[in-house]
C-alpha cells in the first residue's frame, strides 16, 4: 500500500497537468477510492481483490499530503502550525468515528461494510463545496 501512495504521490503534478484544475484532481481521487471501497466490497473474485487494495489505498492515503500541500500555499507562516494541528486533529477525530461505525457494520457484514464507505465518499464527494478559486495558486 505504501508503494502505491508512492506511485500516486509521484505522479500527482502529471495528474494536474492533464486534468488542467486541481479541483477535479481532489474530485478524482475521492472517486477512484470510492469505487475502489465499492468494488472491493461486491467482489469475489481473489485478482479483483488483489489488484484493488493498492489502487484504493495509494489514491485514498495521497489525499492527506495533498490536502496539506494546497493549505500550505494559503495559511500564513505564522499560523501555519496551529491550523495544520487543529486540522490534523479534526481529521483524527473523523477517522475515530469513522472506524468506530466501520467496526459496527463489519460485525454485521465486511462486504456491505466496504461498499457503504465508497458509496458515502462518493456522496461526500460528489456534494463537497471546494471551488477551483480556493485551490488557485
Do not use: H
Not at 75 to 101: E, Q, Y
Amino acid at each position: 500500500m505504501c508503494l502505491a501512495q508512492i506511485a500516486v504521490l509521484q505522479s500527482f503534478s502529471r495528474f494536474e497537468k492533464f486534468l488542467t484544475k486541481k479541483r477535479r484532481l481532489l474530485m478524482l481521487t475521492a472517486m477512484i477510492t470510492g469505487v475502489g471501497f465499492v468494488v472491493l466490497g461486491l467482489a469475489r473474485w481473489a485478482p479483483i481483490i488483489i489488484a484493488f487494495i493498492p489502487i484504493t489505498a495509494g489514491f485514498g492515503l495521497s489525499r492527506t499530503p495533498l490536502f496539506i500541500s494546497y493549505m500550505n500555499k494559503f495559511i500564513p507562516s505564522d499560523k501555519r502550525a496551529t491550523i495544520l494541528s487543529v486540522t490534523s486533529m479534526l481529521r483524527t477525530l473523523g477517522i475515530c468515528t469513522v472506524n468506530f461505525i466501520a467496526g459496527f457494520l463489519s460485525d454485521w457484514s465486511m462486504n456491505y461494510m466496504l461498499a457503504i464507505v465508497g458509496v458515502v465518499i462518493i456522496i461526500l464527494a460528489t456534494a463537497t463545496k471546494v471551488k477551483e478559486e480556493f485551490l488557485i495558486d
